[in-house]
């Protein structure tokens, strides 16, 4: 069998949790999908066939098992950081600005401009911010603590009101 014709398995469950029905999906390299709260099978299709070119999904809640346990560990207030391992698919520079966001604190918040100036790259926070709106790990990748440069909540694909209660969650106001 030719590599080329070899499909990279996606596995993915979706699960009923405090902010609403989550999608998730994993290879075997870790997490690579959260979908929005109340989201779509159809994104998560849509996703794989633009990031996974060449991939089979295979909706299995065993094998994501670890993935589930833990979010329902973050939801229910007893768990800070995931242990599990990510699964970046993006170019270069989203994902040095998801690792990025990785550094940022649990329970606490930076501006789109703070996050710009920790990766010395002070001029292009509207790039950064692009990358941040284009972050597939919701909640594991913590882009609902980067808020904007007044302290106002901006723009989360999850929507404000859940961006909110995760800030609420992790004891930022």
Request: glycine letters at 8%; aromatic letters at 12%; charged letters at 15%.
């Amino acid at each position: 069998m030719e590599l080329a014709n070899i499909k990279q398995t996606v596995f993915w469950t979706d699960f009923v949790c405090a902010p609403g029905h989550l999608i998730i999906a994993a290879t075997s390299q870790g997490l690579c999908y959260v979908g929005s709260p109340n989201g779509r099978v159809e994104d998560l299709f849509g996703w794989t066939e633009k990031h996974i070119p060449n991939h089979q999904l295979v909706r299995d809640p065993v094998v994501m098992n670890d993935y589930v346990r833990q979010f329902d560990e973050y939801f229910q207030g007893r768990r800070s950081t995931f242990t599990f391992p990510l699964a970046f698919y993006g170019t270069a520079f989203q994902t040095s600005v998801w690792a990025a966001l990785q550094q940022i604190p649990y329970g606490r918040s930076r501006s789109y401009t703070d996050v710009a100036i920790s990766m010395q790259r002070p001029k292009s926070v509207r790039a950064i911010a692009a990358a941040i709106g284009a972050n597939p790990l919701l909640i594991a990748v913590p882009c609902h603590r980067v808020i904007g440069k007044s302290g106002a909540l901006t723009g989360y694909r999850g929507g404000l009101d859940m961006k909110a209660w995760l800030l609420t969650l992790e004891g930022k106001e």
